[in-house]
Structure formats: structure tokens, C-alpha cells
């Protein structure tokens, strides 16, 4: 896992908004979008529904949401 994808994840989470986030992380909204698919594909599981206006996490990512702001804070 790249530290990037955490801050990739946690710019996401707070717009829940793929461009919105990925001018936050100063890149083109598809290198982000597969930047996220990475991470997820990393770990197995869907972060977000992607069918919801704003996004939303999914379970996964509710639980990948805590233990990523422990991984930032450490």
C-alpha cells in the first residue's frame, strides 16, 4: 500500500466528490479514479458507492475510514 492512496482515500471521504478530490490532490479526476481503484483492489473491497450523489463509503469503508486516520496519525 502507498501512503498517497491514505491521502487519496481521506481527501475522498471528506468532499465525497471524485473531481472536487482530486484537484484537492492536484491531479486529473481519471488518474485519481485509478488511484482509488489501486487502493481498492489492494484491499479486496469496494470504499464507495459510486451510485450515490454525494458518494458514500460503504461498510468497508466506514471500518478502512478508522484505521487509516490511525496510520496518519502514527
Given at each position: 500500500?502507498?501512503?498517497?492512496?491514505i491521502d487519496?482515500?481521506m481527501?475522498?471521504?471528506?468532499?465525497?466528490?471524485?473531481?472536487?478530490a482530486?484537484?484537492?490532490?492536484?491531479?486529473?479526476?481519471?488518474a485519481y479514479?485509478?488511484?482509488?481503484?489501486?487502493?481498492?483492489?489492494?484491499?479486496?473491497?469496494?470504499?464507495?458507492?459510486?451510485?450515490?450523489?454525494?458518494i458514500?463509503?460503504?461498510p468497508e469503508?466506514?471500518?478502512?475510514f478508522v484505521?487509516?486516520?490511525?496510520?496518519?496519525?502514527?
Open positions: 500500500m502507498e501512503l498517497t492512496w487519496d482515500f481527501a475522498l471521504e471528506r468532499v465525497r466528490h471524485f473531481t472536487k482530486a484537484d484537492l490532490r492536484a491531479t486529473t479526476q481519471s479514479s485509478r488511484r482509488i481503484m489501486r487502493l481498492e483492489d489492494w484491499l479486496g473491497c469496494k470504499l464507495f458507492e459510486r451510485d450515490t450523489r454525494p458514500d463509503l460503504t469503508g466506514r471500518e478502512f484505521r487509516a486516520v490511525r496510520l496518519r496519525q502514527d
